[in-house]
């Protein structure tokens, strides 16, 4: 291969001549974009303070940055133009439009988060510092990302769930409002007085620091179980987590003590086989079966209901004989 030295050094000649040419172009684009740059700087700059004074600075941080790259491409687009005169920004519009399409194609998942991201941003169902659960997830939200949220978990895990799975499922908000309902079944015995142990577990529970004042706590008739009367206990405390988690605590102890002072039975399931030769004679009539319990007082246990088999049989045999 025969290298010729005069056609490499026309071809580099060129290449400086037309370097020459353009540099005035090159000049005026540099500067272009530069005071495009310092426009882009500002402007996020100014979404990041407007956002911090409304206490929203996920916002800011999100639009403030699309802002800016928005500008900055438009800018680079201008300089191309100085710099190549005979390039045709409608042509390159065109061409952007259409490769945009296959992009979205290929970042549809991330176009998608980084949309719902926007929305959860400006609709702002939850902020920073709020408590939610989301898809199993329960933690405090630390950060909404232009394409996940971060959620750290109650014990110590962080959890980075995608905008688009946030916006499209339910989220429940635990601390959406100051205050938090809580509440727990505790079961008394059938014989127990229920106005008695409703008395003992309001006063457990109004000893309990932490319980809101109103609206009152309460207890509630709630079921009447095979074993027990359920008594539902309702109470209000702050909605963050420590203070439900401590308070209920504090609550079912108090209860059980109160309850336990007050004499009532707290029972647990309790389930009574009989088997054939444990029935008696009273089985099946209304008033009279015992079912296993013991005898009332001043009254005869009711035969085992072999016995009484026994004496049909004897007595059926000693007809016979006769």
């Known amino acids: 291969m025969r290298i010729d030295p005069a056609f490499i050094l026309a071809k580099i000649e060129s290449w400086v001549v037309g370097f020459q040419k353009l540099l005035p172009n090159i000049v005026v684009a540099l500067v272009l974009f530069a005071i495009v740059f310092l426009v882009a700087w500002g402007v996020e700059r100014s979404f990041r303070s407007w956002a911090q004074k409304h206490d929203r600075s996920n916002l800011g941080a999100v639009l403030g940055s699309f802002v800016k790259w928005f500008i900055l491409l438009v800018g680079g687009l201008l300089a191309l133009t100085i710099v190549i005169p005979s390039l045709n920004p409608g042509d390159l519009i065109a061409g952007l439009g259409i490769g945009s399409v296959a992009i979205g194609f290929a970042f549809k998942d991330i176009l998608q988060n980084w949309l719902a991201g926007l929305l959860i941003l400006i609709q702002r169902p939850f902020g920073v510092g709020d408590q939610i659960v989301v898809n199993g997830y329960e933690g405090t939200v630390e950060w909404i990302e232009t394409r996940a949220t971060i959620i750290a978990m109650y014990d110590g895990r962080r ?73 539902r206990v309702r109470w209000w405390t702050h909605s963050k987590r420590t203070d439900v988690v401590h308070v209920q605590a504090a609550v079912l102890e108090a209860v059980k003590v109160a309850l336990d002072k007050a004499g009532i039975n707290m029972p647990f399931p309790t389930q009574v086989m009989l088997f054939h030769d444990q029935s008696e004679e009273t089985d099946g009539l209304r008033g009279a079966q015992r079912e296993g319990w013991p005898k009332k007082p001043g009254h005869e246990p009711p035969r085992p209901a072999r016995d009484l088999r026994l004496e049909v049989r004897d007595g059926d045999r000693l007809r016979g004989d006769l």
């Open 159 to 231: 959890a980075i769930i995608p905008n688009a799975d946030v916006y499209s499922n339910a989220v429940t908000v635990n601390t959406a409002r100051p205050t938090r309902r809580s509440q727990y079944d505790v079961g008394i015995g059938y014989g127990d007085d229920i106005e008695a142990a409703r008395m003992a577990i309001l006063d457990a529970v109004a000893s309990v620091s932490g319980i809101e004042a109103e609206p009152k706590p309460e207890v509630l008739v709630w079921d009447l179980a095979g074993s027990s009367v359920n008594l």
